[in-house]
């Protein structure tokens, strides 16, 4: 499989697990799951982003979908922390 082949499969994945969670929810995965955290997405994006060969195409639309994960942040965030187990008093 070429690198540009790769590159396009892991950004379709990434980009289709966030759509995901923004229209089911973190709540479909267990709480300390590493897929729920935005810095997981991000992480991965930008590990892409850093493959030389990465077409400006999925450059261009990794951008788009590095801003909508800083816009979807905060209410993404709270739902993950919400389900946290407790702590014991």
């Known amino acids: 499989m070429s690198s540009h082949v790769h590159a396009q499969k892991e950004f379709d994945h990434i980009k289709s697990m966030i759509f995901y969670l ?3 929810g973190a709540e479909t995965f267990a709480p300390t799951s590493a897929v729920v955290e935005m810095d997981y997405w991000r992480t ?3 590990a892409m982003l850093t493959l030389a060969d990465t077409q400006s195409r999925i450059r261009d639309q990794a951008a788009i979908l590095l801003a909508k994960l800083d816009r979807a942040a905060p209410g993404w965030h709270e739902s993950i922390e919400s389900r946290q187990p407790k702590a014991a008093a």
Do not use: F, L, P, V
């Open 22 to 24: 923004e229209r089911h």
């Open 44 to 46: 991965r994006i930008c």
